[in-house]
């Protein structure tokens, strides 16, 4: 079939090369001049194998006045009168209690098991360069109730065959010698040593580049998908802003900001909300980590991405094209200062981000045919765990089609 993919961001590359290499003629899709501009661009860099933990939880449902009362300065909820963010909000609050939300983490575990074999296959057949390696996750907790807190999902984790360890604060320094100048509380650490990570936006621009050259996959950057159209129910083309039609048999979309738009089309992407995020980046300096971090009682995640260093966090949820909030971020770059001061204190040079992360109330991705338009599906609402979760939805998303 001759598919379009709309959005080239990780998981549009992603699902664009496994169509491709099924053997369907695939056109990759954004209104960006370039793949990997939006929310891939600058994220937090962790390939996440061991920590697909969904974001509605009992610790979050305990912790939910606080937030609502803004005295939490890595949550922000903008609430608003609409039928579509209510909703959300509800279902979301709906899978915080226990059970639920070790069934959704337990499924995003296995998806991202999935991406990680899909990653591997890949790299067997792609000379791609993303900075990736396997660093290793340090989780810190910052006293002894919080790491007590945490055994039991430890537990249940390496039940399923993944490797993690509960260290104390020396042995945490041991894994990572900067940990003996962070200036926050450690009582402990969760060590994942599987844990990789990689420079997404690179990822996406090489495995671009590598679709054209070995599968002849066009590209239609700058291009604007503004709807479809369908003869008796199924997909015919895709309709753009300022130029003819895109004659299609079957249509992807897995734009995180453009799918609110297409509402109308998709009733399906009622169920996904922005999830602002905000990120900074400098050069690595000597001394600095390279196992990459998780500061659990800050929310902030620390990555050595090749020659740069990367903290990223925060999670709001935000009116769609709220845009870069200076304040935001002014709290994301002071905290970070705050725990490692010598790694963002004057910087030769930065890269301020923010994106907005597209989420489902499950934090589970939405890889389903719209209900709507035979022909056209949907892989979107990976919320943080896009660079993740990329490769088996991916996978998921070709098996589908097939």
Avoid at 160 to 179: T, W
Avoid at 204 to 233: I, K, P, W
Avoid at 238 to 247: H, I, Q, S, T, Y
Avoid at 322 to 327: E, M, P, T
Wanted: positive net charge; contains cysteine.
């Amino acid at each position: 079939m001759h598919i379009a993919v709309i959005g080239a961001g990780v998981v549009g590359v992603s699902s664009a090369y496994l169509l491709a290499r099924a053997g369907h003629r695939v056109t990759l899709i954004d209104a960006e001049a370039a793949p990997g501009r939006g929310a891939s661009a600058a994220n937090a860099g962790q390939l996440s194998w061991a920590y697909g933990d969904a974001m509605a939880s009992p610790a979050l449902l305990r912790h939910l006045p606080a937030i609502l009362a803004q005295r939490d300065p890595a949550f922000r909820v903008r609430l608003r009168l609409d039928a579509d963010f209510l909703l959300w909000g509800l279902r979301f609050l709906s899978h915080a209690p226990s059970r639920r939300w070790w069934k959704n983490t337990s499924d995003i575990l296995r998806l991202a098991d999935e991406s990680r074999r899909e990653l591997a296959a890949l790299l067997g057949e792609a000379d791609l360069t993303f900075d990736y390696r396997v660093a290793g996750k340090l989780h810190l907790y910052p006293d002894l109730p919080s790491l007590v807190a945490a055994r039991p999902t430890v537990e249940r984790k390496r039940q399923m065959g993944l490797d993690q360890r509960i260290l104390s604060r020396a042995e945490a320094e041991a894994v990572e010698p900067a940990l003996k100048t962070y200036q926050g509380e450690i009582a402990g650490a969760v060590y994942t040593p599987d844990d990789a990570l990689g420079d997404a936006a690179a990822f996406c621009r090489q495995l671009t580049d590598f679709m054209v050259r070995r599968y002849a996959v066009s590209t239609a950057f700058g291009r604007r998908v503004v709807g479809f159209e369908q003869h008796a129910g199924c997909l015919s083309a895709v309709r753009f802003a300022d130029c003819e039609p895109l004659r299609v048999d079957a249509s992807v979309v897995t734009a995180g900001p453009l799918i609110r738009t297409l509402t109308a089309a998709l009733p399906e992407a009622r169920a996904v909300q922005p999830v602002a995020g905000y990120s900074l980046t400098v050069p690595w300096r000597q001394g600095a980590p390279r196992v990459s971090l998780t500061d659990v009682k800050r929310k902030l995640a620390f990555a050595a991405i090749g020659d740069r260093f990367r903290v990223a966090g925060l999670a709001d949820i935000v009116t769609p094209g709220s845009g870069f909030a200076q304040d935001r971020f002014a709290t994301l770059r002071e905290t970070a200062r705050s725990v490692l001061p010598g790694c963002f204190d004057q910087a030769e040079w930065a890269l301020n981000w923010s994106g907005e992360r597209p989420m489902t109330p499950t934090s589970h991705p939405l890889i389903a045919p719209s209900r709507k338009i035979r022909g056209v599906y949907l892989n979107a609402g990976h919320g943080m765990l896009g660079w993740t979760l990329a490769l088996g939805s991916a996978r998921r998303l070709a098996d589908m089609l097939a």
